[in-house]
């Protein structure tokens, strides 16, 4: 190890994901399945299910993280994705995650988040090398790849009004879900590295159920873990 560890940073961080296996939590089995066929059978990674929002993604994947030191985290699924930054059937990688109906409304149409009335922090941020890495080779295998902050809240938007708030609140957002936030608070308190992968199923913005493309959105999360797989274990 010590001889490796002067090979240089990469190397070093390559090798602290060797012997430990990744944990992948996903909302829902149909999003669990089609990470599994992305990993085609590769045991050093474990795909769960964390369940829809960040209460009980964190108190699930907590529990899996005290039962097995995992060298990485993820939270995969699909999820909305902001017009014009990750159309539908694209993928959204995480370069944080932002709880971003964290706070306190504070009138018509004003929010403070939890980090403005001092009660900590709603950002939490993703293993950079690995979310750069993810993007670059995703796009290097032909696929669209936004990486920026990935929102987390617990209501999905249904309004322009409400994904013009979230765009503006923070600026460079691709996408938001309702897991992300809670699986990298528990990732973050056994100081693990932390991604977030989402397969884009519908725009953000007025709700229109009949127009998710869960298919599509399942297809690119699919190929998504099948290049992440090369990303951990090059
Ligand atoms: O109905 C199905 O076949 C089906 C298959 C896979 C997943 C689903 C879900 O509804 C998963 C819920 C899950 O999706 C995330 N999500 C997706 N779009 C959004 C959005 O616009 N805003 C917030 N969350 C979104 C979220 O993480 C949910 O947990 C259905």
């Known amino acids: 190890m010590r001889d490796e560890r002067r090979n240089g940073d990469d190397r070093v961080k390559e090798n602290e994901l060797t012997g430990r296996r990744v944990l992948i939590m996903t909302a829902v089995e149909a999003e669990r399945e089609a990470v599994l066929r992305g990993l085609g059978g590769d045991a050093r990674f474990d795909a769960r299910l964390a369940g829809v929002g960040p209460a009980g993604a964190a108190a699930r994947t907590a529990a899996a993280l005290a039962a097995e030191d995992y060298a990485l985290v993820v939270s995969a699924g699909i999820g909305g994705g902001f017009s014009g930054v ?18 306190a ?27 750069s890495a993810l993007a670059d080779a995703l796009r290097a295998a032909g696929r669209a790849a936004a990486l920026g902050p990935v929102l987390t809240v617990t209501t999905a938007t249904g309004s322009q009004g409400t994904a013009d ?34 397969g884009i199923s519908n725009a953000i913005g007025p709700r229109d159920r009949s127009a998710w493309r869960i298919g599509d959105a399942l297809e690119a999360l699919t190929a998504a873990i099948t290049v992440l797989k090369e990303v951990v274990h090059p």
Do not use: C, K, N, W
Not at 86 to 103: E, F, K, Q, S, Y
């Open 86 to 103: 990750a159309p539908v059937g694209t993928v959204a990688i995480a370069d944080r995650v932002v709880a971003a109906d964290l706070g």
């Open 165 to 198: 708030a979230l765009a503006r609140r923070t600026p460079g957002a691709v996408a938001e879900a309702m897991e992300g936030y809670g699986v990298a608070v528990a990732a973050s308190e056994r100081q693990t590295p932390f991604l977030e992968i989402r």
């Open 105 to 131: 409304e504070t009138g018509e149409g004003g929010f403070a988040s939890v980090d403005e009335l001092g009660f900590g922090s709603s950002v939490l941020e993703a293993d950079e090398r690995l979310a």
